[in-house]
């Protein structure tokens, strides 16, 4: 029996194809190009999961090739470009899945506002309107500081923080010259801290597994830099948050399988920045797996075959609190490669080197994640010593760039 993967994030194939094995599944991975899973792939048995390259965007042309594949029993589409299509497919070949609407609500940030305004689950509101009518309604509804954003926007992507009318007429100009996945609507821009929420979720019931911290870059910039997990709040705030985010998800009917959650920790109490219905990205899921002591791989394939998935009962045995920081170079250019992996031997954490871009890829835009070339990963007791870990062996390590032709000398 089967197990249709289609398309992955970068890291966590290796223990989706662990999690199918005990489960006494074979994984299919189907993808449009299997060299953005090389790093997953050469850590692998050769025979260890069977990999289809196919138009992953073609849903009917997926729909017949999984339809000639026998023993399909269930789909899983973790990733935020997908998201869609994999919920047609499921719906299309009768496999168990959440409701596409409700997929679909998830892919439009402004939406989902709405529906948490009306929940009075936020104090703020969306703003959406045509053309230059946009600005208006910025002033009057939303209020200065306000991020604009794309409405099914990923990876900080195509967002801007305006927190006076020339940066809102500079974004706004700015905006309409990119081409954004959805629309371009506008929020609050909320204060403080910001964290990820990895819940699991079924038949209506949230368990939260933990709180990934997220540093940021300075602003104006929503650049990801540094993650850890799990953040050690009080008992009594992580009760709150938990019901809190059960309640979110509830609102938006939200009722199975993973969410990575973003929120801003305010003055006021929790905000939520954005809900994407998988695990989280990057080296989230591998980190949880660590600190919780479990594969929880194993609960995406049993939701993918609808089944309950044991994970929301576990007692989890726990293990070391992990970090990561994402790796930029100090300028755009084509990648050369990374300096300094040999010191990471001799410091403390167990820090590694997970590599995400190929000898000769361009790196173009340093303002959000499409511009780290890898992750540099440890592990300690705590999230905050790991996190002092981590960050202390990614400042030993340099990536490097070549100046793009006519650039200048701005390679690293």
């Given amino acids: 029996m089967s197990i249709a993967c289609l398309e992955s994030l970068t890291f966590g194939l290796g223990h989706l194809v662990r999690a199918a094995d005990a489960l006494g599944e074979r994984l299919i991975l189907l993808t449009r190009d299997r060299s953005y899973y090389t790093y997953e792939l050469e850590r692998l048995p050769a025979d260890a ?12 042309g997926v729909a017949d090739l999984l339809r000639r594949t026998p023993g399909v029993r269930g789909l899983i589409s973790s990733t935020d470009t997908w998201t869609l299509v994999g919920a047609e497919l499921a719906d299309r070949l009768g496999l168990p899945g959440l409701d596409p609407a409700v997929l679909r609500l998830t892919r439009d940030k402004a939406a ?14 969306a703003a959406e309107a045509p053309g230059t009518e946009l600005r208006e309604a910025v002033l009057k509804e939303v209020g200065l500081p306000a991020v604009l954003k794309d409405t099914a926007g990923t990876g900080s992507q195509n967002v801007w923080l305006v927190r006076d009318e020339p940066e809102l007429e500079a974004a706004l100009d700015e905006a309409a010259g990119r081409e954004l996945k959805g629309r371009l609507f506008a929020e609050p821009y909320f204060s403080g801290p ?46 709150a948050l938990e019901r809190w985010l059960g309640e979110v998800l509830a609102a938006i009917g939200y009722t199975d399988r993973f969410a990575h959650v973003e929120f801003v920790l305010t003055a006021g109490g929790p905000e939520v920045v954005e809900i994407n219905p998988r695990i989280g990205g990057a080296l989230v899921g591998e980190g949880m797996c660590r600190a919780l002591g479990v594969n929880v791989y194993e609960a995406m394939i049993e939701a993918a075959l609808g089944r309950r998935p044991r994970l ?38 167990s820090p590694a080197w997970y590599p995400v871009k190929l000898l ?24 905050e010593l790991a996190t002092h870990h981590a960050v202390a062996a990614a400042n030993a390590v340099r990536v490097l760039t070549e100046p793009f032709p006519g650039a200048g000398d701005a390679g690293g």
Avoid: C, K, N
């Fill in 49 to 60: 999961l069977d990999v289809v390259e196919v138009d992953t965007f073609d849903a009917e």
């Fill in 112 to 125: 989902v506002r709405v529906r948490l305004q009306d929940a009075g689950l936020t104090r703020g509101r």
């Fill in 194 to 239: 910001v964290y990820s929420a990895e819940t699991l979720t079924w038949s209506g019931r949230t368990r939260l597994l933990g709180v990934s911290s997220r540093l940021m870059s300075p602003e104006p910039y929503f650049r990801e830099e540094i993650t850890a997990f799990p953040v050690a709040f009080p008992e009594a705030r992580q009760a």
């Fill in 312 to 349: 929301m009962d576990a007692d989890l045995p726990g293990g070391p609190a992990v970090a990561f920081v994402l790796g930029y170079p100090p300028g755009p250019g084509t990648f050369t490669g990374v300096a300094g992996l040999d010191r990471l031997a001799e410091m403390p954490g």
């Fill in 360 to 383: 000769g890829d361009p790196i173009e835009h340093l303002a959000d994640s499409r511009g780290y070339a890898g992750i540099v990963y440890a592990e300690a007791e705590t999230a």
